[in-house]
């Protein structure tokens, strides 16, 4: 198993750094703190961190430093958060080689989804990312991210469902197919027990997509943009 990234935040304001730390982390990525300048120096100094997220509790001035320091061809990926107002710093962090700059206030899952384009180019695996018609899959994580804001997690048995249903779009399944392919989590395995399974993945998804035959099995009948 790949080791988990290593996400730093340098001075982010307490409720996003929060926000952000817990949704890294559920996303299987290890994230360190640093409030005080010192300990950025002590944090950054050590090997391991790939991406450092520099909030604007510290002045541009001290952001641009840590950048100067610790960013490089060697060094992990910057995002600076500037205020909107700040248009040269962010001009001169870019010209120094930060990876990104954005401007406060911020969206959490947009500033999770930078770090992990950025961990992506430095070949961390992406997300596996399945939208359907209320929720957004990720199947790495094994997260549901409704329209709504909020967040299930999938677990392994669900995710393994649910990936025998990707592989065989408008295929019927039976009951034995899924059996052998996804078996269940414990040893109730009966046949009664896959329409449990299937009626809490659909309830979890929020999804339509998965029908039932009656007599046959389920079928799983993608979104349109399945075929695109």
């Given at each position: 198993m790949a080791a988990r990234s290593v996400i730093a935040?340098?001075?982010?304001?307490?409720?996003?750094?929060?926000?952000?730390?817990?949704?890294?982390?559920?996303?299987?990525?290890?994230?360190?703190?640093?409030?005080?300048?010192?300990?950025?120096?002590?944090?950054?100094?050590?090997?391991?961190?790939?991406?450092?997220?520099?909030?604007?509790?510290?002045?541009?001035?001290?952001?641009?430093?840590?950048?100067?320091?610790?960013?490089?061809?060697?060094?992990?990926?910057?995002?600076?958060?500037?205020?909107?107002?700040?248009?040269?710093?962010?001009v001169l962090a870019l010209e120094l080689g930060a990876a990104d700059v954005v401007e406060s206030p911020l969206n959490v899952r947009e500033l999770a989804a930078r770090v992990g384009g950025l961990l992506a180019r430095r070949?961390?695996?992406?997300?596996?990312?399945?939208?359907?018609?209320?929720?957004?899959?990720?199947?790495?994580?094994?997260?549901?991210m409704h329209r709504s804001g909020t967040e299930e997690q999938l677990s392994p048995g669900q995710v393994a469902l649910l990936r025998l249903f990707l592989a065989s779009p408008r295929k019927v399944l039976t009951r034995d197919d899924i059996i052998a392919a996804a078996p269940a989590e414990n040893a109730d395995a009966f046949d009664r027990s896959i329409d449990s399974r299937i009626v809490r993945l659909r309830r979890k998804l929020d999804t339509e997509t998965i029908i039932t035959i009656r007599g046959a099995g389920y079928r799983f009948d993608p979104p349109r943009q399945f075929d695109d």
């Open positions: 935040l340098v001075s982010v304001a307490e409720v996003i750094a929060t926000e952000l730390a817990d949704h890294l982390e559920r996303r299987g990525h290890d994230v360190r703190q640093a409030r005080q300048p010192w300990e950025a120096e002590s944090l950054l100094s050590g090997k391991g961190i790939e991406v450092v997220v520099v909030g604007d509790s510290l002045s541009q001035a001290e952001g641009r430093d840590l950048l100067r320091r610790h960013g490089g061809e060697d060094g992990p990926d910057f995002i600076l958060i500037c205020r909107p107002a700040d248009l040269v710093d962010k070949g961390r695996p992406a997300q596996e990312l399945i939208v359907l018609e209320n929720a957004t899959v990720d199947l790495r994580s094994a997260m549901v």
